[in-house]
């Protein structure tokens, strides 16, 4: 009786199953966005084994991340909207009328709170603000399931009601200028965060994590080579060990004198932002093959880095075969700065930033 009294004092002529409808498939298209581009990030982060993905399009994963963060954040007013929406149904009384009521308000609760997390935890992951005892990235994967299936369910259950909806025009036109705002309020979102993957939008990125031109060398960095723990060491080598007819043991100056080769590809971070770069080094591919490597080999490539979650990284054949994929000493020039990865660094076309390895030590063949 108490939440019905405090449910009713909120009521608006904004309010109607129409208005609730229509927000609810935008949220449904956006979600399912976000869900389809979040599981591309996360198999290219940790492919299963008998994935081979293609490097090419060179920007696909730039797009399809820049999607999922740049999205994700446009859709906060949205579900801010959509739950004001809906906000008295959320507390009416009794909670649930039969068993089958009692579901379909389970499915809702864990949309609604799924959701929420799924924004939140989202929104302090690409600032790198982490108050919680948990792993982002697998509460944030298995999450998303759970949110997209009661989405389906939920869709499932509602459709009559959206489809009689979503056919029919919104007649008051308070409740179109309330659309049209929160459709504007998204828009405006997208606009002031795109510059991070957008360069001719970045003076606008007032709300992105980060400006694609700040940064050693005009260029971003996610780990520097302080944090990371490495120290210029003037006895580098880089080994090529594994399943090689001839291992190499190679000095900076050795890959300097090899043949070199430049390549316009973009650091691609999954926290959404991107930059293209121009990179200039030694073709993996040449390296490998005159080492003797075979053509259907995976490769491991290795930092100096003593600890992190991606201090190595695997190379699969469509990868490391692509003519793009070098071991980079350069960057737009310039020999590479410390937190960019000197010596040497990976850069490859199509894979996430994570896995585009910095102070590589040994390349090693299975």
Same mark, same amino acid.
């Given at each position: 009786?108490?939440?019905?009294?405090?449910?009713?004092?909120?009521?608006? =002529?904004?309010?109607?199953?129409?208005?609730?409808?229509?927000?609810?498939?935008?949220?449904?298209?956006?979600?399912?966005?976000?869900? *389809?581009?979040?599981?591309?990030?996360?198999?290219?982060?940790?492919?299963?084994? &008998?994935?081979?993905?293609?490097?090419?399009?060179?920007?696909?994963?730039?797009?399809?991340?820049?999607?999922?963060?740049?999205?994700?954040?446009?859709?906060?007013?949205?579900?801010?909207?959509?739950?004001?929406?809906?906000?008295?149904?959320?507390?009416? &009384?009794? +909670?649930?009328?039969?068993?089958?009521?009692?579901?379909?308000?389970?499915?809702? !609760?864990?949309?609604?709170?799924?959701?929420?997390?799924?924004?939140?935890?989202?929104?302090?992951?690409?600032?790198?603000?982490?108050?919680?005892?948990?792993?982002? @990235?697998?509460?944030?994967?298995w999450t998303a399931y759970i949110v997209y299936g009661a989405l389906l369910i939920h869709?499932?259950?509602?459709?009559?009601?959206?489809?009689?909806?979503?056919?029919?025009?919104?007649?008051? =036109?308070?409740? %179109?200028?309330?659309?049209?705002?929160? *459709?504007?309020?998204?828009? !405006?979102?997208?606009?002031?965060?795109?510059?991070?993957?957008?360069?001719?939008?970045?003076?606008?990125?007032?709300?992105? +994590? %980060?400006?694609?031109?700040?940064?050693?060398?005009?260029?971003?960095?996610?780990?520097?080579?302080?944090?990371?723990?490495?120290?210029?060491?003037?006895?580098?080598? !880089?080994?090529?060990?594994? *399943?090689?007819?001839?291992?190499?043991?190679?000095?900076? *100056?050795?890959?300097? %004198?090899?043949?070199?080769?430049?390549? %316009?590809? +973009?650091?691609?971070?999954?926290?959404?932002?991107?930059?293209?770069?121009?990179?200039?080094?030694?073709?993996?591919?040449?390296?490998?093959?005159?080492?003797?490597?075979? =053509?259907?080999?995976?490769?491991?490539?290795?930092?100096?880095?003593?600890?992190?979650?991606?201090?190595?990284?695997?190379?699969?054949?469509?990868? &490391?075969?692509?003519?793009?994929?070098?071991?980079?000493?350069?960057?737009?020039?310039?020999? !590479?700065?410390?937190?960019?990865?000197?010596?040497?660094? @990976?850069?490859?076309?199509?894979?996430?930033?994570?896995?585009?390895?910095?102070?590589?030590?040994?390349?090693?063949?299975?």
């Amino acid at each position: 009786m108490i939440l019905t009294t405090i449910a009713a004092r909120f009521t608006s =002529p904004l309010r109607s199953e129409q208005v609730a409808a229509k927000l609810g498939a935008w949220l449904g298209a956006s979600f399912t966005v976000a869900f *389809a581009t979040g599981l591309f990030s996360h198999f290219l982060q940790h492919p299963p084994a &008998w994935l081979l993905w293609p490097s090419r399009p060179v920007n696909l994963y730039r797009v399809t991340q820049g999607l999922h963060v740049i999205g994700g954040i446009a859709t906060i007013p949205l579900l801010l909207a959509k739950l004001w929406a809906v906000y008295p149904k959320l507390w009416q &009384w009794p +909670p649930f009328r039969s068993a089958g009521h009692a579901v379909e308000r389970l499915c809702v !609760l864990l949309l609604v709170a799924g959701a929420l997390f799924q924004l939140v935890t989202g929104v302090l992951n690409i600032a790198y603000v982490y108050p919680w005892p948990f792993g982002f @990235l697998q509460a944030h994967y298995w999450t998303a399931y759970i949110v997209y299936g009661a989405l389906l369910i939920h869709v499932v259950n509602e459709w009559a009601k959206v489809r009689r909806s979503l056919l029919t025009r919104v007649e008051s =036109p308070d409740r %179109r200028r309330f659309l049209l705002t929160v *459709a504007a309020a998204c828009g !405006l979102t997208v606009l002031v965060t795109a510059g991070e993957a957008v360069t001719p939008l970045e003076r606008l990125a007032v709300l992105a +994590p %980060r400006n694609p031109r700040v940064g050693p060398q005009g260029v971003p960095v996610n780990r520097s080579a302080a944090a990371a723990g490495v120290a210029a060491d003037p006895d580098y080598r !880089l080994l090529v060990t594994g *399943a090689v007819r001839t291992p190499l043991s190679l000095r900076h *100056a050795d890959l300097v %004198r090899m043949p070199q080769h430049t390549v %316009r590809l +973009p650091i691609s971070c999954v926290e959404g932002w991107s930059v293209e770069c121009e990179w200039t080094g030694i073709r993996l591919r040449d390296l490998l093959l005159s080492a003797g490597a075979a =053509p259907d080999a995976f490769v491991t490539v290795e930092s100096l880095e003593r600890t992190g979650a991606y201090r190595t990284s695997e190379i699969r054949p469509p990868h &490391w075969t692509d003519p793009l994929t070098l071991l980079a000493l350069r960057i737009n020039g310039q020999p !590479l700065d410390a937190d960019h990865g000197f010596p040497v660094r @990976l850069i490859t076309p199509n894979r996430p930033g994570v896995q585009q390895t910095k102070w590589v030590k040994e390349v090693r063949v299975a």
